[in-house]
């Protein structure tokens, strides 16, 4: 009789074999076309989700199927490994992005941000000067500025925007720089202007190019951004976790299963 366990670990492995085609066949599509940075930091990591989905698959569907016991014996400690740095991901990201909050400001209908709200780790990753040139570059390249520009919005209706974090802190000064409002991304200082001790106002310029995206504020804004994603990819790695420990235990009686079976064969002597 078929056991039920490894029919069920065969099929699991089935589909993430064929789940695992689009996303390699996604990953060698992005290296042909990549032409900036931010394709190319996807295009690494993409390839090799593919790869490894590929061969645990592999490994999951043959080791099960045809009771090959020492490949199921690395697909479940592969398992076991993905399952200990799932949990500790999910853990760490709940505690780095903990601590951060847009500010409420008076008359506005958009937030601001402060850099120094987040958690020290997260600081020191947008610090980072090589880090932060190639966030830089796909902020501009997603022309995050130039579509909140489109609009030609009046002072009245810009300030009742509900901005997003990116866009309240790299598109436009600080509201306590007191500049003022020309477009939503262009902001004239006051006459006679030469510095402030908001190192923010002193970075902003009008150049497309430049705008807010030296500022703390923008470092901020990025780092929203981040922990809302973080937020959102925990708790998806919570349900996904609870998968992997079912597919774990399905895993190890399938594993159990090929034992007996390798200590009691029930086929001797060419009897079918």
């Known amino acids: 009789m078929v056991r039920v366990s490894n029919n069920l670990v065969g099929l699991l492995n089935i589909v993430t074999l064929l789940l695992s085609i689009p996303i390699l066949g996604a990953g060698i599509w992005l290296g042909h076309r990549a032409h900036t940075d931010c394709e190319k930091f996807l295009e690494r990591p993409v390839i090799a989700l593919g790869v490894f989905l590929l061969l645990v698959s592999l490994a999951g569907l043959v080791g099960a199927c045809c009771r090959v016991s020492w490949l199921l014996w690395l697909y479940l400690l592969v398992m076991f490994l993905l399952i200990v740095l799932l949990f ?19 008359g506005r209908g ?8 987040y958690s020290h780790w997260l600081q020191k990753r947008v610090d980072n000067d090589g880090n932060w040139l190639k966030i830089r570059s796909c902020l501009q390249e997603g022309k995050v500025c130039q579509r909140l520009e489109e609009r030609n919005q009046t002072l009245d209706e810009f300030i009742n925007n509900n901005l997003s974090p990116i866009q309240s802190g790299c598109c436009k000064p600080p509201t306590a720089c007191n500049f003022t409002y020309q477009s939503e991304t262009v902001w004239d200082k006051p006459a006679g202007f030469t510095s402030s001790n908001n190192s923010d106002c002193n970075a902003w310029q009008n150049d497309p190019s430049i705008l807010c995206y030296d500022c703390k504020s923008c470092k901020a804004g990025v780092l929203a951004n981040v922990k809302n994603d973080w937020k959102k990819v925990a708790v998806v790695n919570i349900v996904f976790l609870i998968f992997l420990v079912v597919v774990y235990s399905v895993g190890c009686c399938a594993f159990r299963n090929n034992r007996n079976d390798n200590a009691h064969p029930r086929w001797k002597g060419g009897y079918a």
């Open 110 to 117: 958009y937030k601001e941000y402060r850099l120094g709200d």
């Open 88 to 106: 500790c991901f999910t853990v760490f990201a709940f505690v780095v992005t903990n601590p951060g909050a847009g500010e409420v400001v008076s």
